[in-house]
């Protein structure tokens, strides 16, 4: 049986998904203009998300590195680095 909190989250995900996804590609007008790139001066928004989602994702799993490294916690400090490794490559 699926829990409350999967279904949750599931609906939660779909509706982020959906917000993200007309951030990143609003609808298009009518007239022949190009399309505005993404990661243009048009979406600072987007690109600010992506920028900041990137420094968390290093910056977080570092620091949980760092943290093991001074308690002497060798197995979260396995868990970690190959996290460190795929997102620096």
Sequence with gaps: ?????DLTFTLFSLVYL??????????????PAPE??????YN???AAYVSIGALLDLLLPIAY???GV?????EGI??????V???SA
């Design 1 to 5: 049986m699926v829990t409350a909190s």
């Design 18 to 31: 959906h917000l993200l996804s007309s951030a990143a590609f609003p609808p298009s007008s009518s007239s």
């Design 36 to 41: 505005p790139s993404v990661f243009g001066l």
């Design 44 to 46: 600072p928004i987007l």
């Design 65 to 67: 590195i760092l943290d």
């Design 70 to 74: 001074l308690a002497s916690d060798k």
């Design 78 to 83: 396995k868990v970690a680095v190959p996290h």
């Design 85 to 87: 490794f795929l997102l």
